[in-house]
Structure formats: structure tokens, C-alpha cells
């Protein structure tokens, strides 16, 4: 999933949806995410979502 499509889901801008992220950057980067990266890996989406509570069609 692209960070477009999981921001679109949390009715924020990506610059949003990756400011709230920021706390989380050890756990994302060991995930794999790359700040520039615009695809998430699987686990990257599952976590975001659950800690922001984000519905994704998986």
C-alpha cells in the first residue's frame, strides 16, 4: 500500500500522516520503511493502522 492510499484512508495529507509517525521511526525503520519510500510493506500498514486505528481493506 502507498503512503497516497493509507493517508487517503485516514482522511489526512501524507505530510499528516507521516508526522504522526515520526514517534514511531525505530519500529517503522526496522519494518523496513524508508523515509523516501513510497510503498509500505505489509507489517508498516497493519502497525500504522492499528495504533491510529485506520480501516484498510486488506
Known amino acids: 500500500m ?3 492510499q493509507l493517508a487517503d484512508a485516514a482522511g489526512v495529507s501524507v505530510k499528516v500522516l507521516m508526522s504522526w ?4 521511526h525505530a519500529e517503522l525503520e ?3 520503511v524508508k523515509p523516501m519510500a513510497r510503498v ?3 507489517n508498516a500498514v497493519r502497525f500504522i ?5 485506520i480501516d484498510v481493506d486488506e
Open 49 to 53: 493502522s492499528e495504533k491510529y486505528c
Open 30 to 32: 526496522a519494518m523496513g
Open 2 to 4: 502507498s503512503k497516497q
Open 40 to 42: 509500505l510493506p505489509p
Open 21 to 24: 509517525c515520526k514517534q514511531y
